[in-house]
C-alpha cells in the first residue's frame, strides 16, 4: 500500500505544468528633447529567449513604480540603480499580478500571469538564484540570472531602447497571453 502511495504521489506531482519564461529590463537612455531629459526603465516578459525586436513590440512593457512598492502596481526593486541592467545586484524583484496589473498599459485589465497572486517577487537566495513568492509567501517557483544576458537595442522600435535578459524562470505561472499584443 505504500508504494502505490508514492506511485501517486509521484503521478500528481509529475502532472503539475512547469513552465519557463523570461523577465527582459529594458532601459532606456537618457533622451534630450527640447530641454526635457528623459529615462525609463520597464518589464517584459517573454515564454521564450532569446528574443527578436519583432518580439519586444509585441509584448506589452510594464513600467518602474516610482516608489520603489509594486503593491498598488508596476514593478520595484532592490540593487536597481543607474548602472545597465546586466551589472544591477538584483536583491528583490517584485512584480504586481492582481487582475488589473496591466489595467494601465491595456484597455482590458488582467494579471501578468494565468493567475492573480497579489505579486509575484523574486528574492535573491545566493549563488546566482532567486525563489519567486507570491504576495502570502507561497513559493511559486525558481529564477536564475544567464551568466552572458541577451543584450539588444531595438531603436527601431523606440528611439535608444536597451534590453537585457535578467531572469529565466520555472514556474507554475505561465505568463498571460494577452500580454502579447498583435499589429
Known amino acids: 500500500m505504500a508504494r502505490l502511495s508514492s506511485i501517486l504521489l509521484s503521478l500528481l506531482a509529475a502532472s503539475r505544468t512547469v513552465a519557463d519564461f523570461t523577465i527582459y529590463i529594458g532601459k532606456t537612455n537618457d533622451i534630450t ?9 520597464q518589464i517584459q ?7 527578436s525586436c ?56 488582467f494579471p501578468l500571469f494565468n493567475r492573480a497572486t497579489g505579486a509575484v517577487t523574486l528574492y535573491g537566495t545566493g549563488n546566482g538564484n532567486w525563489d519567486m513568492r507570491d504576495i502570502n509567501n507561497t513559493f511559486l517557483g525558481t529564477c536564475n540570472r544567464p551568466h552572458n544576458p541577451q543584450e539588444m537595442d531595438c531603436w527601431q522600435l523606440i528611439s535608444a531602447t ?22
Request: hydrophobic share 40%; with cysteine; aromatic share 8%.
Open 33 to 41: 528633447d527640447v530641454g526635457v531629459t528623459y529615462a525609463t526603465t
Open 45 to 51: 516578459i517573454h515564454s521564450h529567449a532569446p528574443l
Open 54 to 109: 519583432s518580439d519586444v513590440g509585441h509584448v506589452v512593457a510594464i513600467s518602474m513604480s516610482s516608489i520603489n512598492d509594486a503593491s498598488k502596481g508596476r514593478w520595484a526593486c532592490d540593487g536597481c540603480n543607474a548602472l545597465a541592467p546586466r551589472d544591477w545586484a538584483i536583491k528583490r524583484l517584485e512584480m504586481y499580478n492582481y487582475d488589473d496589473a496591466v489595467a494601465h498599459s491595456t484597455d482590458h485589465p
Open 162 to 183: 536597451f534590453l537585457t535578459h535578467a531572469f529565466s524562470c520555472k514556474s507554475e505561472l505561465i505568463p498571460n497571453d494577452r500580454l502579447w499584443v498583435d499589429e
